[in-house]
């Protein structure tokens, strides 16, 4: 058997790193496809990692795995997880990383165990990389450790109908600078306000749609809204960052 092995870490592309998790994973399931998702995401940023794992995992064919490290309390009494949900398999620091997919999804989860050997600083190679090579060389999940019933999750972002506003938040903050909110498509009015920063944004169908410089909401291809400055950066222009308020004109039900 072979499967799909989606990489998401925080390890950069200029240390090694990578190859030497890629190592791990293909020396177990020498059959394995490799693919990355990112590498580049902030160190350690634990929400930044849930968001991108929680919008991506869903391109991939089923029974893919799905490996995620971005750990700040490696080596700690942390857990380590892996899971199954939506017909997909991940593996993943029990730090809240999987939020977005339990989020959406039930799933079953277990415990990994630790080798007596492993690094206590690169579990990315040492536990996480033989635990997804494994899922991917056809393992079933209960041989993989002991049941789990409470990971981790990452609190739930603001989101509410007040007025006649849907109030929500930024959740994530790309490398275009792009404020990506919570707030849904099928709830927010097409011809409505957009409010952020102490501002009325215009809501548009795409960044063109404004002169340069200026900004513009509008529901981007994650489903949400978001916040974007033509050749410009809104986290930078609005001073705003995860966690901020934006308010939309609700859509009347």
């Known amino acids: 058997m072979s499967r799909v092995v989606t990489l998401l870490t925080d390890f950069g ?10 190592g791990a994973l293909l ?8 693919v990355d998702i990112a590498h580049d995401v902030r160190a350690g940023d634990v929400a930044a990692a849930c968001y991108v794992l929680g919008r991506v995992w869903r391109s991939f064919p089923p029974g893919s795995v799905h490996l995620a490290v971005v750990d700040p309390g490696v080596g700690s009494e942390r ?14 620091p029990d730090n809240g990383l999987l939020t977005a997919v339990f989020a959406s999804e039930a799933g079953r989860t277990v415990k990994l165990s630790v080798p007596a050997k492993a690094s206590r600083t690169f579990h990315g190679r040492d536990v996480f990389a033989p635990a997804a090579a494994r899922l991917a060389a056809g393992a079933a999940l209960p041989d993989l450790g002991s049941p789990v019933s409470d990971p981790v999750r990452l ?4 989101l509410k109908v007040e007025g006649g506003d849907l109030v ?3 959740i994530h903050v790309d490398r275009f600078g792009t404020l990506v909110t919570n707030l849904p498509r099928e709830h927010v009015a097409p011809a409505g306000r957009v409010r952020a920063a102490g501002r009325d944004l215009p809501l548009k169908a795409t960044f063109a749609d404004v002169p ?13 809204l978001e916040i974007a400055v033509r050749d410009g950066r809104a986290d930078a222009v609005l001073g705003l960052s995860r966690g901020a308020e934006v308010r939309a004109t609700a859509r009347r039900s």
């Open 155 to 158: 609190p739930a972002p603001l």
């Open 13 to 22: 592309t200029s240390d090694g790193y990578v190859g030497e998790v890629k």
């Open 79 to 92: 857990r380590a997880l892996a899971a199954e949900a939506g017909g997909h398999f991940f593996v993943a």
């Open 212 to 224: 340069q410089g200026e900004p513009v909401a509008f529901v981007g291809s994650g489903g949400t």
């Open 168 to 170: 929500g938040e930024v």
């Open 27 to 34: 020396s177990i399931a020498p059959g394995a496809t490799l």
